[in-house]
């Protein structure tokens, strides 16, 4: 969970988060929250690199989740997730995951965290983002309807009894294009999936 900058930005990420949560729980999946209530000494950057490294000396098969939630920017090439403290790049996200052999899910809420793509994707992964460009800089609302859709019932396309990260993505992007036509807006996010590292 990044930086909030303002509390209402904040009590959004946190519904989000609070979203992710429960689904992991029933899931029964282990959660690593990295973000505004972990009270750590270190920042949240080295917070983040330490769980990775300890986590890319796990060889196991069951895909490695990581969900971006906050804010992002891109400035002259360069697009970053937000943190308290230092933020983190998609190029140094890149190079801290590619000793990363299991299959990986990487959800970036952010805006402009289109470039996130281009530097994550790769054979056994899965990359969402929330822009399709760098320059979609206004706050983005796909992961508010993503984690809501993650746990949804009504995203099971294929009716077989569990929402896949696809069937949640298509929904949270139907709800993303209802939100501004419903209120009358132009469009400043347009979702994106790359799942076969092209």
């Known amino acids: 969970v990044g930086a909030a900058g303002t509390d209402d930005f904040g009590e959004s990420f946190e519904s989000w988060t609070k979203s992710w949560?429960?689904?992991?729980?029933?899931?029964?999946?282990?959660?690593?929250?990295?973000?505004?209530?972990?009270?750590q000494e270190t920042d949240d950057k080295d917070q983040l690199k330490a769980s990775l490294d300890k986590l890319s000396e796990t060889n196991s098969p069951?895909?490695?989740?990581?969900?971006?939630?906050?804010?992002?920017?891109?400035?002259?090439?360069?697009?970053?997730?937000?943190l308290r403290g230092p933020d983190i790049s998609a190029a140094t996200l890149g190079e801290w995951l590619r000793p990363f052999q299991r299959p990986l899910v990487v959800v970036n809420c952010a805006s402009s965290s289109a470039p996130f793509i281009n530097r994550l994707s790769g054979p056994n992964r899965v990359i969402v983002t929330a822009t399709k460009s760098g320059y979609e800089l206004n706050y983005a609302r796909f992961g508010?309807?993503?984690?809501?859709?993650?746990?949804?019932?009504?995203?099971?396309?294929?009716?077989?009894?569990q929402t896949s990260l696809v069937e949640a993505f298509l929904l949270a992007s139907r709800r993303v294009q209802d939100f501004y036509t419903q209120q009358?807006?132009?469009?400043?996010?347009?979702?994106?999936?790359?799942?076969?590292?092209?």
């Not at 069951?62 to 090439?77: D, K, N």
């Open 21 to 39: 949560e429960a689904s992991c729980r029933r899931a029964d999946l282990t959660l690593q929250r990295i973000g505004p209530d972990t009270n």
């Open 62 to 82: 069951r895909p490695l989740w990581l969900v971006l939630i906050g804010h992002g920017t891109y400035a002259r090439g360069t697009a970053k997730f937000n």
């Open 144 to 161: 508010e309807y993503l984690s809501a859709a993650i746990a949804d019932p009504s995203a099971d396309l294929d009716k077989d009894q």
């Open 184 to 198: 009358a807006r132009l469009a400043t996010e347009t979702a994106l999936i790359d799942d076969n590292g092209d």
